[in-house]
C-alpha cells in the first residue's frame, strides 16, 4: 500500500484550521493506521509498521467552547475512511465527502439535544460498533457530548473502548478531562489531544475561505474579532442578523447594574425571550416527532387488535414529551449561557484596560490579545471608569459562578437574579 511521504497541505486537517500540535499527531495516527492494513486483509497487522505506536482505537479531544474539538474528530474519522493514496485525508474522494455531509455509512455520532445522552443511545451505538465497517477501512463512532454522558452511560460504554473492535474507533469529545466533564475511567483508556482555541486570523481565514457564507472581507474580519475564537459562532454571527441581535442585547446587561431594578428586569425577559425562542424552534420537530410516533401507534385508527396494538402507548407519548422538554431545557441554558459569555467578555476587556495591559486601538495590536469586544470600547471603557480591577475581577467571577450554577438545574431567573445582585455589589450599588 502506498503511503504519503510528507502530508499535504490542503488536507482536511489543514482546511479545519486546526493548529499543527494536533494536526502532527493524528496525521500520523492516520498514516499508521494505513500501514497496518494488508493488501490481502484489510484489517491485517502488519509486524513492521513504521509508528504503529502513533495508533490508538480510543481518542479523546478536549478544549474550551469553540475550539473545535468536534471538527478535530470530523478530520480525523475522514482521513481514516479516506481512499487517496497519496494524501491522508485528501477531501476530495467520494469517501470524504461523504463524511464532509454527515451520511458515510461508517462514521456514526452520538450526539444528543438534550441534558444527557440517553443510555439507549449509547448501547446502540456499541452495537454498531462491532459491525465491519462496509465501505471502508475502518468504523468510526465520535461521541459529541461526551461530557453529557451519564453514569449509567459512560458505564455501557466502557467495555467498549477498553476492549474496541479490531475494526472500529472511537472518538469522545469533552470540555476538558475534568472528571466533571469525563469520567476517570473512560479518561484513562484513551490517548488525549487537546485541542486549543484558534486565534483570530486563523477564524478570519476560515471565513473568508467559506464560498457559501459569501462574506466581504470586513464582514469576516468583524465576525472573528468577536467571536472569541468560536469557528462555528463567527459563522453564525456573520450570516445570522437575529444572533448579531442577541449579543447586543446581552451586552447591555453591565450599563444596566447602576440603574435600581433595571438589571433584574432584564433578566427576567432575558430568560423569556430565551424560552420563548427555544419553544418555537422545536415546535414544528416537536410536532413532526409526535405524529410520527402516533402514526406509528396506529393511533386514531379503527378495527380489531387496534387497542391490544396501542398498549404502552400512553407510557411512550409520555417519554416523548419528556425528550422533547430536556431539548427545550438544553437549548435554553446553552443560549443563556452564551450571553453569559458575552457578558464575561466585556467585563474582561473593561478589566484589562484598568490595570493598562490594553489600549483603545485596534485589538490585533496588543500582545496580549487585544478586546473580546472590539466594537464596545466606550461600554468597557466606561466600566474600567467606574470600577477598580479588583472589583472587576469579582463581576467576571460572578457572571463564571452564575454559568456553573445554570449547570446544575437551578432555575435560570433564581440564577440571572443572584448573578446581577453580586453585581450590583461588586459594582458598589448596594
Same mark, same amino acid.
Given at each position: 500500500?502506498?503511503?504519503?511521504?510528507?502530508?499535504?497541505?490542503?488536507?482536511?486537517?489543514?482546511?479545519?484550521?486546526?493548529?499543527?500540535?494536533?494536526?502532527?499527531?493524528?496525521?500520523?495516527?492516520?498514516?499508521?493506521?494505513?500501514?497496518?492494513?494488508?493488501?490481502?486483509?484489510?484489517?491485517?497487522?502488519?509486524?513492521?509498521?513504521?509508528?504503529?505506536?502513533?495508533?490508538?482505537?480510543?481518542?479523546?479531544?478536549?478544549?474550551?467552547?469553540?475550539?473545535?474539538?468536534?471538527?478535530?474528530?470530523?478530520?480525523?474519522?475522514?482521513?481514516?475512511?479516506?481512499?487517496?493514496?497519496?494524501?491522508?485525508?485528501?477531501?476530495?474522494?467520494?469517501?470524504?465527502?461523504?463524511?464532509?455531509?454527515?451520511?458515510?455509512?461508517?462514521?456514526?455520532?452520538?450526539?444528543?439535544?438534550?441534558?444527557?445522552?440517553?443510555?439507549?443511545?449509547?448501547?446502540?451505538?456499541?452495537?454498531?460498533?462491532?459491525?465491519?465497517?462496509?465501505?471502508?477501512?475502518?468504523?468510526?463512532?465520535?461521541?459529541?457530548?461526551?461530557?453529557?454522558?451519564?453514569? /449509567?452511560?459512560?458505564?455501557?460504554?466502557?467495555?467498549?473502548?477498553?476492549?474496541?473492535?479490531?475494526?472500529?474507533?472511537?472518538?469522545?469529545?469533552?470540555?476538558?478531562?475534568?472528571?466533571?466533564?469525563?469520567?476517570?475511567?473512560?479518561?484513562?483508556?484513551?490517548?488525549?489531544?487537546?485541542?486549543?482555541?484558534?486565534?483570530?486570523?486563523?477564524?478570519?481565514?476560515?471565513?473568508?475561505?467559506?464560498?457559501?457564507?459569501?462574506?466581504?472581507?470586513?464582514?469576516?474580519?468583524?465576525?472573528?474579532?468577536?467571536?472569541?475564537?468560536?469557528?462555528?459562532?463567527?459563522?453564525?454571527?456573520? /450570516?445570522?442578523?437575529?444572533?448579531?441581535?442577541?449579543?447586543?442585547?446581552?451586552?447591555?446587561?453591565?450599563?444596566?447594574?447602576?440603574?435600581?431594578?433595571?438589571?433584574?428586569?432584564?433578566?427576567?425577559?432575558?430568560?423569556?425571550?430565551?424560552?420563548?425562542?427555544?419553544?418555537? /424552534?422545536?415546535?414544528?420537530?416537536?410536532?413532526?416527532?409526535?405524529?410520527?410516533?402516533?402514526?406509528?401507534?396506529?393511533?386514531?385508527?379503527?378495527?380489531?387488535?387496534?387497542?391490544?396494538?396501542?398498549?404502552?402507548?400512553?407510557?411512550?407519548?409520555?417519554?416523548?414529551?419528556?425528550?422533547?422538554?430536556?431539548?427545550?431545557?438544553?437549548?435554553?441554558?446553552?443560549?443563556?449561557?452564551?450571553?453569559?459569555?458575552?457578558?464575561?467578555?466585556?467585563?474582561?476587556?473593561?478589566?484589562?484596560?484598568?490595570?493598562?495591559?490594553?489600549?483603545?486601538?485596534?485589538?490585533?495590536?496588543?500582545?496580549?490579545?487585544?478586546?473580546?469586544?472590539?466594537?464596545?470600547?466606550?461600554?468597557?471603557?466606561?466600566?474600567?471608569?467606574?470600577?477598580?480591577?479588583?472589583?472587576?475581577?469579582?463581576?467576571?467571577?460572578?457572571?463564571?459562578?452564575?454559568?456553573?450554577?445554570?449547570?446544575?438545574?437551578?432555575?435560570?431567573?433564581?440564577?440571572?437574579?443572584?448573578?446581577?445582585?453580586?453585581?450590583?455589589?461588586?459594582?458598589?450599588?448596594?
Amino acid at each position: 500500500m502506498t503511503t504519503p511521504a510528507v502530508p499535504d497541505a490542503s488536507d482536511v486537517f489543514s482546511r479545519a484550521a486546526l493548529s499543527p500540535h494536533v494536526i502532527r499527531p493524528l496525521r500520523d495516527a492516520v498514516l499508521s493506521a494505513r500501514q497496518r492494513v494488508t493488501d490481502g486483509d484489510p484489517f491485517g497487522v502488519v509486524e513492521d509498521a513504521v509508528n504503529d505506536a502513533a495508533m490508538t482505537h480510543s481518542w479523546l479531544f478536549t478544549g474550551p467552547p469553540g475550539s473545535g474539538r468536534s471538527v478535530a474528530a470530523k478530520a480525523f474519522a475522514t482521513a481514516l475512511v479516506c481512499d487517496n493514496p497519496s494524501v491522508v485525508g485528501c477531501g476530495e474522494c467520494d469517501q470524504c465527502r461523504s463524511a464532509a455531509a454527515g451520511s458515510h455509512p461508517d462514521i456514526s455520532w452520538i450526539r444528543t439535544d438534550g441534558v444527557t445522552i440517553p443510555v439507549e443511545a449509547v448501547r446502540d451505538i456499541i452495537r454498531t460498533s462491532a459491525v465491519l465497517p462496509s465501505v471502508a477501512r475502518w468504523r468510526v463512532v465520535i461521541v459529541e457530548d461526551a461530557d453529557r454522558l451519564g453514569d /449509567s452511560g459512560a458505564n455501557a460504554l466502557l467495555k467498549s473502548v477498553e476492549e474496541p473492535p479490531a475494526h472500529t474507533v472511537f472518538l469522545l469529545c469533552a470540555p476538558s478531562t475534568d472528571p466533571e466533564d469525563i469520567s476517570i475511567t473512560l479518561r484513562s483508556r484513551c490517548r488525549h489531544v487537546y485541542v486549543p482555541t484558534p486565534s483570530k486570523e486563523e477564524v478570519e481565514a476560515v471565513l473568508r475561505a467559506d464560498a457559501a457564507l459569501g462574506l466581504s472581507d470586513e464582514q469576516a474580519h468583524w465576525a472573528a474579532e468577536v467571536s472569541g475564537g468560536h469557528i462555528g459562532r463567527a459563522r453564525h454571527l456573520a /450570516s445570522d442578523e437575529a444572533a448579531r441581535t442577541k449579543r447586543a442585547t446581552a451586552l447591555k446587561l453591565p450599563g444596566l447594574i447602576y440603574r435600581s431594578g433595571e438589571g433584574y428586569r432584564f433578566t427576567a425577559e432575558l430568560v423569556k425571550t430565551a424560552t420563548t425562542e427555544a419553544a418555537a /424552534s422545536l415546535e414544528e420537530r416537536d410536532a413532526r416527532e409526535l405524529a410520527e410516533l402516533e402514526s406509528s401507534l396506529g393511533m386514531g385508527a379503527k378495527g380489531r387488535g387496534v387497542a391490544r396494538a396501542q398498549t404502552g402507548a400512553a407510557g411512550q407519548i409520555k417519554e416523548l414529551e419528556k425528550q422533547q422538554k430536556n431539548r427545550r431545557t438544553r437549548m435554553l441554558r446553552d443560549s443563556l449561557d452564551l450571553a453569559l459569555i458575552d457578558i464575561a467578555g466585556l467585563y474582561r476587556d473593561a478589566m484589562m484596560m484598568a490595570v493598562g495591559a490594553v489600549d483603545d486601538g485596534p485589538g490585533d495590536a496588543d500582545p496580549v490579545g487585544g478586546f473580546l469586544h472590539p466594537d464596545q470600547q466606550k461600554v468597557s471603557r466606561e466600566l474600567a471608569r467606574r470600577n477598580s480591577p479588583e472589583s472587576l475581577v469579582r463581576c467576571i467571577d460572578a457572571v463564571t459562578d452564575c454559568r456553573e450554577t445554570l449547570r446544575r438545574n437551578v432555575k435560570p431567573e433564581v440564577a440571572l437574579n443572584g448573578m446581577v445582585g453580586r453585581l450590583r455589589e461588586c459594582c458598589g450599588q448596594v
